[in-house]
């Protein structure tokens, strides 16, 4: 994963990739091309002239296909050390609290992006795990959260369109995100997030070309609107969605305190500072119950107590901690920040960019903005495009080169990609220029159609699964815990597992991962230390069934203690 270069393009990429030069051909010497278009697409014009009824079909386009993939592709495994963290934070805030106790025992379920004291919780902001508690208070299952989130994203990604080109455009930008990364990626089909971040991303850019009208008579939904978006940023990616609102923030307010009504302004905006004032005290609230310090996120004191290299690559590193465990220790002192200091700049440079291209775009619609060198004197696009500049130097200087980094820009990026098909269909635009962009939507969806074979030809042909994960997670395979969970679920009584690994265990591959009530769980997950420690930790669960689960090599070995 530190090195996606040496991947080359995966398995996905080159459909799209060949099915692009296909289409151009095709488009191209084709005479009846332009009808067939007027043909498929005059349903979706009529739709998008019916805005309250296009935002519906954009919130349930992702939902509804997701459905239909249902027999083949259910709830999806936890895999990731990440996703163990908000699952903790879903089931926290499901349970009514804000945070939970430490654990008297807590060294043995020391684990990775969790903070154990002063409290128990996770060290992620809390927005992601709120809504998965919803999803599992409300119908049963955390990722039932994560689903919705995903329709809103997509309904907040087409509003946001809509405010800067035409509404056909703004349909047709939601489509390529339906296809691209709504329903297939893992921003649906796992516990990582990244559908909220691009939200609150949605609704600020969406927000900023309305604003002005809508004060002037004087509605305040727009700037309600950008303030949950502020919210929801805060709240998901502090960092990114920082450097992503407050260019459009301070813009914002010169386009509006500019005229000669700021007394309307100030009272049109008013319920939106309320709305703001109520998330930060809320922000506020909840880093005091869970570190202490009204002024210090849990994530904070998680890199206080654990990382060595900070994730933002211009912080300096941290005094190496002393930590307890020997495969907690190994994991930050081979951290991804750690690595990416020692590949240097230009290999961090191209790692980000071409996950950015690969997620995001794929080859057809990254040649499409060669299309916005026709619209090189346009003020607005060189405003955009200054903008996506500005995002891009905060999501180059993360050592991790993940999509969900970059999902406050991710509406920014499509409104670029949709600037640049609407410049090839221009007047003006090259012969093939109509050609292409036909191509280049035909090439998507070419794309979504074969990516539920991505996963069978990366195990058939023996290619590195870790590039087609992002976009196509329709295999996901268990390392293990699912199984002993699924073993022990099925016998009488409860049970602690004692998880010992040896010397090659794999990162993102733990076991050692407990819910908010660790007592009440049926099974108790803790990493064995030495026999005297282990045996205190029996004599605290003295009713459990206790079991030994030796972990090497990416093998597990469950035998009983007795």
Not at 7 to 23: K, N, S
Not at 181 to 202: C, D, F, P, Q, R
Not at 393 to 398: E, K, T, V
Not at 481 to 505: E, N, T
Request: hydrophobic residues 50%; glycine residues 6%; contains cysteine.
């Amino acid at each position: 994963m530190s090195d996606w270069i040496s991947h080359g393009v995966d398995f996905g990429t080159a459909v799209e990739l060949i099915a692009l030069v296909a289409c151009v051909v095709l488009c191209g010497y084709t005479s009846r091309a332009a009808e067939w278009e007027a043909r498929l697409i005059s349903p979706f014009l009529r739709l998008s002239q019916r805005f309250a009824l296009a935002v519906a079909a954009c919130v349930a386009a992702p939902l509804v296909l997701r459905a239909l993939l249902w027999p083949d592709l259910k709830f999806p495994l936890p895999l990731i050390v990440d996703e163990f963290s908000y699952l903790l934070a879903a089931d926290t805030f499901a349970h009514g609290r804000v945070t939970n106790p430490t654990h008297p025992l807590w060294q043995f379920f020391e684990t990775f992006h969790v903070i154990q004291v002063p409290t128990y919780a996770s060290k992620y902001p809390p927005l992601q795990g709120l809504v998965m508690a919803a999803g599992q208070a409300l119908l049963g299952h955390p990722w039932w959260g994560v689903y919705a989130s995903v329709g809103a994203m997509s309904g907040a990604i087409f509003w946001a369109l809509a405010g800067w080109v035409p509404r056909r455009w703004a349909m047709l930008g939601a489509f390529v995100a339906l296809v691209q990364w709504e329903v297939l990626s893992y921003w649906m089909n796992s516990y990582w997030g990244g559908a909220l971040a691009a939200t609150g991303g949605a609704l600020m850019l969406g927000a900023y070309p309305r604003l002005r009208a809508s004060i002037q008579r004087r509605s305040p939904w727009i700037a309600l609107a950008m303030a949950a978006g502020a919210g929801i940023l805060a709240n998901t990616r502090p960092y990114e969605g920082l450097v992503f609102a407050a260019p459009l923030t301070l813009a914002a307010a010169w386009r509006v305190f500019r005229g000669k009504r700021r007394a309307r302004s100030l009272f049109t905006l008013a319920p939106a500072c309320l709305l703001l004032a109520a998330t930060g005290s809320a922000m506020l609230y909840y880093n005091w119950r869970v570190t202490g310090h009204m002024l210090e996120m849990p994530y904070v004191e998680h890199e206080r107590q654990y990382v060595i290299a900070p994730v933002v690559m211009f912080l300096p590193l941290n005094p190496e901690p002393a930590y307890r465990h020997p495969v907690i220790a190994a994991y930050w002192k081979d951290d991804a920040s750690l690595r990416a200091r020692q590949d240097g700049p230009i290999v961090l440079f191209a790692n980000h960019v071409y996950v950015l291209v690969i997620f995001f775009m794929g080859p057809a619609f990254l040649a499409a903005c060669a299309g916005l060198w026709l619209l090189r004197c346009a003020r607005i696009t060189r405003w955009l495009l200054a903008l996506l500049g500005f995002n891009l130097l905060a999501f180059f200087s993360i050592a991790w080169e993940m999509p969900h980094y970059a999902a406050p820009m991710t509406s920014l990026i499509l409104l670029l990609e949709i600037q640049g098909l609407r410049a090839l269909r221009r007047a003006d635009a090259p012969a093939w220029g109509p050609s292409f962009t036909r191509a280049a939507v035909l090439a998507c969806v070419i794309r979504f159609a074969a990516c539920p074979l991505t996963g069978a030809a990366v195990h058939t042909l023996g290619l590195d699964p870790s590039n087609s994960i992002w976009r196509c997670c329709a295999n996901r395979v268990d390392f293990g815990r699912a199984s002993v969970v699924d073993q022990l679920s099925k016998l009488a009584g409860r049970h602690l597992v004692f998880v010992s690994y040896g010397s090659d265990q794999r990162n993102f591959h733990e076991y050692v991962y407990n819910l908010a009530d660790i007592d009440s769980q049926k099974i108790v997950w803790a990493r064995s230390m030495s026999r005297w420690e282990d045996l205190q930790l029996r004599d605290y669960y003295k009713d459990r069934t206790a079991w030994m689960l030796t972990v090497d090599r990416g093998q597990s070995t469950l035998t009983p203690l007795q």
